[in-house]
C-alpha cells in the first residue's frame, strides 16, 4: 500500500502517547559528547509544539563533537566542559550543575552523554535527569549495546528512555521503543533504525520526567 511504513522501519513503542503537557514550558539542558541528533531532536520538538519545553543550554565534553555545529545552526547556547580538566567524576558534575542551576533547568538529559556521572548529578536532578540508551534495558547496559545485541542474536533490540542513578543503566525506565532485527544487520544498518526511535521516544520521556516538578509537595 502507497505510504506504509517499509517493515524495518515499524518499531514498537511503550506506553504510546505523551503525557499532558506541563503548566508551563519546562527548561531543558543536554549533555552530549557525539553527533548531538538527540538534541537536536529534543529543539525541534520543543519549537514545534511536541514538547512543551525550551532547550536552553547544551554542554559537550569534547571540543570537536559534532553537537557544537548543532547548537550554532540552531541558536541554542553551548559550553565545552571538558572532562580531562576536572580531577574527578564528581568535580565534573558539580561544575554540571552549578552550570545548569544558573540556566534555571528544569530537566537535564543525557543524549549521548559519554561520561558515567556521580551521585553529586543524580541527587542535585533526582527524577530529573533523563538518559537515552540504545537497548531494551535491563539488557546490554554500558558501552557498544547495539554490537552486543547483534553478536547475541537477539530477534529484538530496541532504546530506553530512563532516569538517571549511579548505579549504570539501571535507573527506572520511562518509555521503551523495539526495534526488530535482521539476519544481514550489522551496526550500520541497525543504528539508524534505533535513533530514528530515540528521536521518537526522548521527547515524551522528557515530558515524563517533568511532570515530577509539579506532582511534588
Not at 559537550?60 to 557544537?68: D, R
Not at 521516544?201 to 516538578?213: D, E, N, T
Request: hydrophobic share 45%.
Amino acid at each position: 500500500m502507497e505510504g506504509s511504513p517499509s517493515p524495518r522501519s515499524v518499531a514498537l513503542v511503550v506506553p504510546h502517547g505523551p503525557p499532558s503537557p506541563s503548566p508551563r514550558p519546562l527548561r531543558l539542558g543536554v549533555l552530549a559528547s557525539g553527533q548531538g541528533s538527540n538534541f537536536e531532536a529534543l529543539v525541534q520538538a520543543s519549537r514545534h509544539g511536541a514538547l512543551h519545553a525550551e532547550v536552553v543550554g547544551l554542554v559537550v565534553n569534547t571540543p570537536h563533537c559534532k553537537a557544537l555545529a548543532r547548537a550554532e545552526r540552531l541558536n541554542v547556547g553551548a559550553t565545552v566542559m571538558d572532562h580531562r580538566r576536572y580531577t574527578s567524576r564528581e568535580a565534573l558534575d558539580h561544575a554540571l550543575v552549578d552550570h545548569f542551576r544558573a540556566l534555571q533547568v528544569d530537566v537535564l538529559i543525557m543524549a549521548g552523554w559519554m561520561r558515567i556521572v556521580s551521585p553529586v548529578l543524580c541527587q542535585a536532578y533526582d527524577q530529573r535527569l533523563v538518559n537515552i540508551h540504545p537497548s531494551l534495558l535491563p539488557a546490554f547496559r554500558g558501552l557498544n549495546a547495539m554490537e552486543r545485541a547483534l553478536a547475541a542474536g537477539v530477534c529484538i533490540t530496541g532504546c530506553t528512555a530512563h532516569l538517571v542513578v549511579p548505579e549504570v543503566d539501571a535507573g527506572p525506565i520511562l518509555i521503551q521503543a523495539a526495534v526488530p532485527t535482521y539476519p544481514d544487520d550489522t551496526v550500520a544498518t541497525l543504528a539508524p533504525r534505533i535513533h530514528a526511535q530515540e528521536h521518537r521516544i526522548l521527547p515524551v520521556a522528557v515530558a515524563m520526567a517533568g511532570r515530577h516538578l509539579f506532582e511534588r509537595p
